[in-house]
């Protein structure tokens, strides 16, 4: 059974972190400056972009600010 920081098999988590991953590389970032950026190890935001970590509302919020964004916009055409 996952543990709730692992969900690996949620395609949600895993369209998530495609999205999220596409904005930084749109961007022109690295992932290690943009996990920099965002206060957390470049391990934590791999597992985020890949769909393997859960993210808290606190993360998700950072995460869209440093993309210029709105949670909402990080969640269109996926929920």
Known sequence: MDSPETTAGDPIQKALGQRIRALRKAKGWAQEA???QCGMHRGHMGQIERGESNLTLST????AEKLETTVADLF???A
């Open 60 to 63: 998700l919020l950072v995460m």
């Open 76 to 78: 269109e055409e996926i």
């Open 34 to 36: 943009f996990a920099h």
